[in-house]
Nanobody, 118 residues
Framework: QVQLVESGGGLVQAGGSLRLSCVAS????????MGWYRQAPGKQRELVAA??????GYDDSVKGRFTISIDSAKHAVYLQMNSLKPEDTAVYYC?????????????WGQGTQVTVSS
């Protein structure tokens, strides 16, 4: 059974930090491509960080502030978020980037809300 469970979100002041966690079960977990996505109110969901066997990649908006990591033994993906800004406010989701890049339907977890106050 495919399952994605995100946690670690919350309310934080600008400049603060949060660490998001995601536990994936079933075939959706892959060392060859996991990512963190976010969706702000009124905006489309976007990929902000990804990790593959070749390394990591970040959207320019989070580069230098966010760090993605993976624990294969726990089937877990993490997102360390530092120097948070109000524009980082969104619901954050993890997923398999190959799964999302392919034609749908796509499975998503419930996400975790991150709210950054100014």
């Amino acid at each position: 059974q495919v399952q994605l469970v995100e946690s670690g979100g919350g309310l934080v002041q600008a400049g603060g930090s949060l660490r998001l966690s995601c536990v994936a079960s079933g075939s959706i977990f892959s060392l060859n491509g996991m990512g963190w996505y976010r969706q702000a109110p009124g905006k489309q969901r976007e990929l902000v960080a990804a990790i593959t066997s070749d390394g990591t990649g970040y959207d320019d908006s989070v580069k230098g502030r966010f760090t993605i990591s993976i624990d294969s033994a726990k089937h877990a993906v993490y997102l360390q978020m530092n120097s948070l800004k109000p524009e980082d406010t969104a619901v954050y989701y993890c997923n398999n980037i190959v799964h999302i890049a392919a034609a749908g339907p796509h499975y998503w977890g419930q996400g975790t809300q991150v709210t950054v106050s100014s």
